[in-house]
């Protein structure tokens, strides 16, 4: 996997990722809800972690510096 996901998006989607897990544990949400939003925080967590998104890379984008993005 090449890195597609850097600059300031990786740390944003990292710190976001957190917030809606933090929200879908510990906000009153009907149980579908929670579901969403915990699934759209671990997606956005580790997408931020791992530096690489599919969607990102089925849709050709890029956001990685050319410097760093290696093959891990």
Do not use: D, H, Q, Y
């Not at 710190?15 to 915990?38: Q, R, T, Y």
């Not at 050709?60 to 093959?71: L, R, V």
């Amino acid at each position: 996997m090449a890195c597609n996901v850097g600059g300031i998006e990786r740390p944003v989607r990292i710190v976001l990722g957190i917030l809606l897990i933090g929200i879908g544990v510990f906000a009153a949400l009907p149980p579908v809800g929670m579901g969403i939003v915990l699934a759209m925080g671990t997606i956005a967590l580790v997408t931020g972690a791992l530096g690489f998104c599919p969607l990102w890379s089925l849709f050709g984008i890029n956001t990685c510096s050319i410097g760093s993005a290696k093959k891990s």
